[in-house]
C-alpha cells in the first residue's frame, strides 16, 4: 500500500498544482492591445515613392497595379524586378562588342 499512497499523493500534487497554475492565470487581468499606425512624414514617403518611380523608369519596369513587370517576367516585389533587369540588362552590355561602343 505504500506504493499506492505514494502515487496517489503525487497526482493529488500535481492536479493542486495544475489548479493552482490555471487559478493564477485566470487572476491575472487581461490587457487589451491596440496597435496605432505610426504617423507617416509625406515628405518621406513621396521621396521614396518619386525614387521607385525613377528606378523603374532608368529599367524599364512596368508596375501593373499589383506587380511588376520586366521583360515578360512578372515580380510581386519591386526589389525582385530592379533585381532581375539589372541582371539581364547587364548580360547585354557584356554582350555588345567594344568596338561598337
Known amino acids: ?6 502515487c496517489a499523493s503525487v497526482q493529488m500534487g ?3 498544482w495544475q489548479n493552482m497554475h490555471a487559478a493564477i492565470l485566470h ?3 487581461e490587457s ?8 507617416i512624414d509625406d515628405s518621406t514617403q513621396d521621396a521614396k ?3 521607385e ?5 532608368e529599367l524599364s519596369i512596368i508596375r501593373d497595379g499589383r506587380h511588376y513587370l520586366y521583360d515578360g517576367y512578372r515580380c510581386e516585389r519591386l526589389s525582385d524586378a530592379v ?3 539589372q541582371v539581364v540588362q ?3 552590355r557584356r554582350a555588345v562588342p567594344s568596338a561598337t561602343l
Open 1 to 6: 500500500m505504500v506504493g499506492g499512497a505514494t
Open 14 to 16: 500535481a492536479m493542486a
Open 27 to 29: 487572476s491575472r487581468e
Open 32 to 39: 487589451t492591445v491596440i496597435s496605432t499606425p505610426l504617423p
Open 49 to 51: 515613392q518619386a525614387e
Open 53 to 57: 518611380r525613377c528606378l523603374m523608369a
Open 83 to 85: 533585381a532581375y533587369a
Open 90 to 92: 547587364g548580360h547585354k
